[in-house]
Nanobody, 120 residues
Framework: QVQLVESGGGLVQAGGSLRLSCAAS????????MGWYRQVPGKQRELVAA???????SYVDSVKGRFTISRDSAKNTVYLQMNSLKPEDTAVYYC??????????????WGQGTQVTVSS
């Protein structure tokens, strides 16, 4: 059994910063790509940022230069540092990880989601 537990969401004023964390625990052999998605009511979940096991990163255009994804592979944890936040960043943020677990089975896991609200 593998779980992803997120923390760090909250309410912040425009221009402020937040740092999200997501820790994977359980029967983990290795963790491959990890990422952060976000979703607002009535819209599809969108990929915000991703990081490979080798440290390569990618971002959606709307957050480039403001958000930074990083990981601590020893702790199976991924972070999202969000700076210069805008009201349009308001969403529920979900972490996502491709994990090789028991019996070397690869699956994609999701966190429970954490609310980020940016006030204008």
């Amino acid at each position: 059994q593998v779980q992803l537990v997120e923390s760090g969401g909250g309410l912040v004023q425009a221009g402020g910063s937040l740092r999200l964390s997501c820790a994977a625990s359980g029967s983990i052999f290795s963790t491959n790509t990890m990422g952060w998605y976000r979703q607002v009511p009535g819209k599809q979940r969108e990929l915000v940022a991703a990081i490979s096991s080798g440290g390569s990163t990618s971002y959606v255009d709307s957050v480039k230069g403001r958000f930074t994804i990083s990981r601590d592979s020893a702790k199976n944890t991924v972070y999202l540092q969000m700076n210069s936040l805008k009201p349009e960043d308001t969403a529920v943020y979900y972490c996502n990880a491709r994990i090789v677990g028991g019996y070397y089975t690869t699956r994609i896991y999701w966190g429970q989601g954490t609310q980020v609200t940016v006030s204008s």
